[in-house]
């Protein structure tokens, strides 16, 4: 994509740190070592790693856990769902916490979120609800994981679908310890089709200079 140069990440960062984001949940060692050059700001850092043979791409292993808190994030989050995994959330969480950082599980459902509060995750992430086959497939942000995740004690940041002030108070209000908001802030490819679709198909009214 075009803004996924790291300079041009760097630019978002600070942009909606000057907007009045509390933190930054950022991708890659390179983008999240320049943020912090910049920023001492709570990081939320990730690798998204893809290998053959594991549906399990965010963050997936010990070293790739040590290269985002090498990079400088102060929380890191991991896919904390029940799919096959190379590693345990009980071993990730465990490593961690041994070096005094704050360990996030990205989750799909309530079970997974009491499990991962359990490997000994600091907090979850309602991140992959929608993107595991047994998980719900909604359009917009899952409150009813929120709200069961809230019933069983597990705190929660809600991320995955947020797009609108609503559903940020929406999200406080079912008990979200925070709110993480990805496409709607930085993607505006994703911005610009919401307005394109709500315009007549085909356009008919031309364009004046």
């Known amino acids: 994509m075009p803004l996924d140069a790291t300079s041009h990440i760097v630019a ?6 000057i907007g009045g984001a509390a933190g930054l949940r950022i991708e890659g060692a390179a983008n999240i070592r320049a943020v912090r050059a910049q ?13 053959p043979g594991s549906d ?39 490593f961690v916490r041994r070096v005094g950082r704050t360990s996030m599980a990205d989750v799909s459902t309530a079970a997974e979120g009491r499990h991962a509060l359990d490997a000994g995750a600091d907090i979850v992430s309602t991140t992959m609800g929608g993107y595991t086959p047994y998980s719900r497939l909604i359009k917009g942000p899952d409150f009813a994981l929120m709200s069961e995740l809230a019933a069983l004690g597990v705190p929660f940041a809600a991320e995955g679908r947020i797009r609108t002030p609503n559903d940020v108070r929406r999200s406080f209000e079912l008990g ?18 919401r307005f394109v679709a709500a315009a007549p198909s085909p356009l008919t009214r031309s364009i004046e200079p």
Request: charged letters at 20%; aromatic letters at 4%.
């Open 176 to 193: 979200a310890a925070y709110i993480v908001v990805g496409s709607a802030i930085t993607r505006p490819d994703v911005i610009t089709r």
């Open 12 to 17: 978002l960062a600070m942009s909606v740190l």
């Open 56 to 94: 399990i791409y965010i963050t997936p292993t010990i070293a790739d856990v040590e290269i985002v808190l090498s990079a400088g994030a102060d929380i890191v989050a991991f896919d904390g769902t029940d799919r096959p995994r190379a590693e345990s959330v009980e071993a990730l969480c465990a």
């Open 39 to 51: 920023t001492d700001r709570p990081i939320i850092g990730l690798l998204k790693v893809r290998r």
